[in-house]
């Protein structure tokens, strides 16, 4: 295993558990099997375990493993979130990561985060409920040993967090295929430069970069002279970054463990030549072909001044024709409506300021309606009303 350091010297394994994907039995955690794959896992040096409050049962069961295997909390860290868009009072914040301490049968948490932060306006609510002051009680207390936030949002709102609090970590959504969205690599090597420690979730798309590859693009990844799986190439990719500090992988078989070790075992920074970057900018190619609209996430059409969030609507509706309609639905709900303030591409109403900054010639008020057409079912419109209710009250 090969490891990378974090804000204070401590070492990390590059490969860190991401627990959220255990295999579930009658709707609960198979904690038997998850067992033996945390054993496994801390035998060949994995030292990172990432779970959330709001993963069902997950907490709970992670727990358990720890109780039933002596001098283990002591081998690993922990890194559990705060769901702060559900805080209403500093009490409850105090009650909820008592309960998470609770769960997890352990007086500390290593690194602790702000659950799915998308932007400014959803950390300065927090602050207003006086989580900064909470946060230093904590950390004095040592209950709290480092405090970050995982992000969902455009790159820009990404850099604005960042440099909003004195943040010891983060963790983005990041692989090949968003390289230019989210928090993107810009928001990377910025987090990078100022020190901050980046941990990588969904490094392969929730395995969507495995599954659900054009089989052309399989095709290329696998007539490869190194003989690594798509899994291997999306993961190498990452561990070549030096602004790269943990990749999570939600591992839930012993083969995945043994598999995903033995690559993190071998991927140092830098290992990712041109060569092999040549091979993914085809891969990425023939992924675009099934694109709905070219766009690239620059984001040199931002801001728009009616709160659209361009190259996210248009991200979430490329995933509708390249992965699921589903999943692009799901993250467009995530992207749009749980944020400060709703960014739906409904919102446009057609002065046609982007198009001018578009590289890409993007013919992006038309492009937008039609998004807006796939992505905003009679159920994205229920769910809207329903947050905005939520948010007067
Ligand atoms: S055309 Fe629509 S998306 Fe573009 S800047 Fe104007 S309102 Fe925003
Ligand atoms: S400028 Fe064009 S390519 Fe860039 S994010 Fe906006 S729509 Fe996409």
Redesign the pocket.
């Known amino acids: 295993m090969l490891y990378r350091t974090d804000r204070y010297g401590n070492q990390l394994s590059e490969l860190g558990f991401g627990c959220m994907r255990w295999t579930k039995s009658g709707g609960s955690v198979d904690l038997e099997k998850a067992e033996k794959e945390v054993l496994r896992a801390v035998e060949l040096g994995v030292n990172y375990f990432d779970t959330a409050y709001i993963y069902p049962g997950n907490e709970a069961a992670l727990g358990a493993i720890l109780a039933r295997n002596p001098g283990l909390r002591d081998r690993i860290c922990i890194a559990t979130k705060l769901p702060h868009y559900l805080m209403k009072s500093r009490n409850q914040t105090e009650h909820t990561f008592q309960e998470e301490l609770t769960r997890l049968g352990t007086d500390h948490i290593d690194y602790y985060l702000m659950h799915m932060v998308t932007d400014l306006g959803a950390w300065k609510r927090v602050c207003a409920l006086g989580i900064e002051d909470w946060i230093q009680e904590k950390k004095a207390s040592g209950q709290i040993r480092q405090i970050g936030f995982s992000f969902h949002g455009p790159t820009d709102e990404f850099c604005r967090v960042l440099n909003a609090y004195d943040w010891d970590f983060c963790q983005i959504q990041y692989n090949y295929m968003d390289e230019h969205s989210q928090a993107g690599r810009r928001g990377l090597e910025t987090a990078e430069a100022k020190g901050i420690p980046v941990i990588i979730m969904e490094p392969l798309r929730g395995g969507r970069l495995v599954n659900l590859l054009p089989e052309r693009a399989k095709q290329i990844l696998t007539d490869n002279p190194h003989g690594w799986s798509p899994a291997e190439w999306g993961l190498r990719w990452l561990y070549s970054q030096s602004g790269v500090t943990v990749v999570l992988s939600g591992m839930n078989s012993l083969d995945m463990v043994e598999e995903n070790c033995r690559i993190a075992s071998e991927a140092a920074v830098g290992t990712f030549g041109p060569a092999e970057q040549t091979v993914l900018d085809q891969v990425k190619k023939e992924i675009g072909k099934s694109l709905k609209v070219p ?7 931002m801001p728009c001044p009616h709160g659209v969030d ?2 996210g609507a ?1 991200r979430c509706w490329n995933e509708i024709y390249t992965e699921s309609r589903k999943s692009g639905r799901t993250d467009y709900f995530r992207a749009s409506i749980l944020r400060h303030k709703p960014t739906s591409a409904s919102l446009c109403v057609g002065c046609g300021r ?1 198009e001018q ?4 010639s ?1 013919p ?1 008020r038309a492009m937008l309606r039609s998004a807006a057409a796939d992505l905003e079912t009679p159920w994205y419109k229920i769910a809207r009303a329903g947050v905005k209710i939520l948010r007067l009250w």
């Open positions: 766009c690239t996430g620059c984001s040199y059409c361009i190259p248009f982007c900054h578009c590289p890409q993007i992006v």
